[in-house]
């Protein structure tokens, strides 16, 4: 097997496992049996879990960051790309949860594991929801997205089913963005 076929398989087994078992409840020994490989050969793909964990978790924020990006740059106005955006973010992060019966477990590794990787595409998000507000013309633009990402936050947390994401955003961004823009 290729060398990044191993790794895609390493990091395939260790997402299985991880969404199945939790982190806990997962070892190195079960991921190279799940991807068909040498302990031996995991090792010298990954040290430990925690590397594995933070390459997972880099993926899940690529694919956060460009469904976000996406949808904050895609078509509409201003007010419907950002309630585009932290749907599309907010649904990510829903899916995860959903997918495991340990997401407990794993959201509180995200504090202890992957903080930096978390934090720092927070600051990203903050950034240029900042900067799509100010080119809309939103005077305040800073408070408002502090604003939105709080209330996106407690949204995300309260919603029991993604379906329930999308209009609620949508209405979050409408109510705190429309009376924010510049009247023509």
């Not at 633009?141 to 609620?168: C, D, Y």
């Amino acid at each position: 097997m290729p060398a990044e076929a191993k790794r895609e398989a390493i990091l395939l087994a260790a997402q299985e496992l991880l969404l199945k078992h939790g982190l806990r409840g997962t070892s190195m020994e079960a991921i190279a049996r799940q991807a068909r490989i040498a302990k031996p050969t995991l090792y010298a793909y990954f040290p430990d879990k925690r590397a594995i964990f933070q390459t997972l978790v880099d993926a899940v924020i690529a694919e956060w960051r460009n469904n976000f990006l996406g949808a904050l740059q895609g078509d509409g106005d201003i007010v419907q790309r950002v309630g585009a955006a932290l749907t599309a973010k907010n649904k990510g992060a829903m899916r995860l949860i959903n997918a495991s019966p340990h997401a407990a477990e794993l959201y509180s590794a995200h504090d202890r594991v992957a903080a930096a990787q978390f934090s720092s595409f927070d600051a990203e998000v903050a950034t240029a929801l900042e900067a799509a507000l100010s080119r809309a013309g939103v005077g305040r633009a800073r408070l408002v997205t502090q604003m939105l990402l709080a209330a996106s936050f407690g949204i995300g947390h309260k919603a029991t089913n993604p379906a329930e994401l999308g209009p609620a955003l949508r209405l979050l961004a409408e109510r705190l963005v429309r009376p924010e823009l510049p009247t023509r």
